[in-house]
């Protein structure tokens, strides 16, 4: 059963960058056709999908967050990592890694549902 | 984007009742929803994938209907274990959306 662990900083200053990694093990990030995906939530809201990458390195990226965002895979590492600049008080959150299951619908084909979830990592922007 | 709006925003049942909630889209989205079940301090865990597929080894008592704008996640029977926030997901296009959540208490 593949397991999703996040790791990273859980204080961040304002305007500095953040770098998350999720580790995978239980299975292989390059294998079938997964996306892997990062989601946050802020305190006491719901869910907010950031973005995924394919195991080719395609990234797809929610479009509130396209100029600050980079998602990355290493596959040697069997991990991948969010990369997000210029943080504010706006960006504090749980952080969640996710395996999206690939599938279509009539407009897209991509991460459609996510079938394993990391617990999540607290990150707060502070100074 | 694609509003995900669920109601209500959380409800109170007795052990045993049948619970049912709703996830309305902002517009047709066909059977891409997803639901998923979220205790504080886990990951989420998914319930229901294209509106009524029931994930592997969730619970029968869970399950989901809808098509279109209008989706129902119904517990035939709840349990203690089920107490938790319960949010819709479309994946009709980008960017994926999820609704508010329903938090689930006794």
């Known amino acids: 059963q593949v397991r999703l662990q996040e790791s990273g900083p859980g204080l961040v200053k304002p305007s500095q960058t953040l770098s998350l990694t999720c580790s995978v093990s239980g299975g292989s990030i390059d294998s079938r056709a997964y996306y892997w995906t990062w989601i946050r939530q802020h305190a006491g809201k719901g869910l907010e999908w950031l973005g995924y990458i394919y195991k080719s390195g395609t990234t797809y990226y929610n479009p509130s967050l396209e100029s600050r965002i980079t998602i990355s895979i290493d596959k040697s590492a069997n991990h991948f990592s969010l990369t997000l600049t210029s943080m504010t008080g706006a960006d504090t959150a749980v952080y969640f890694c996710?395996?999206?299951?690939?599938?279509?619908?009539?407009?897209?084909?991509?991460?459609?549902?996510?079938?394993?979830w990391g617990q999540g990592t607290q990150v707060i922007v502070s100074s | 984007d694609i509003q995900m709006t669920q109601s209500p925003s959380s409800l109170s049942a007795s052990l045993g009742d049948r619970v049912t909630f709703s996830c309305q889209a902002s517009?047709?989205?066909?059977?891409?929803l997803n639901w998923y079940q979220h205790k504080p301090g886990e990951a989420p865990k998914l319930l229901i994938y294209?509106?009524?597929q029931l994930e592997t080894g969730v619970p029968s008592r869970f399950s989901g209907s809808g098509s279109g704008t209008i989706f129902t996640l119904t517990i035939s029977s709840l349990q203690p274990e089920d107490i938790a926030t319960y949010y819709c997901q479309h994946y009709l296009d980008l960017p994926l959306t999820f609704g508010g959540g329903t938090k689930v208490d006794i």
């Open positions: 517009q047709d989205i066909s059977n891409y």
């Open positions: 996710a395996r999206g299951v690939g599938a279509c619908s009539s407009s897209n084909c991509g991460g459609s549902w996510f079938d394993s």
């Open positions: 294209d509106a009524s």
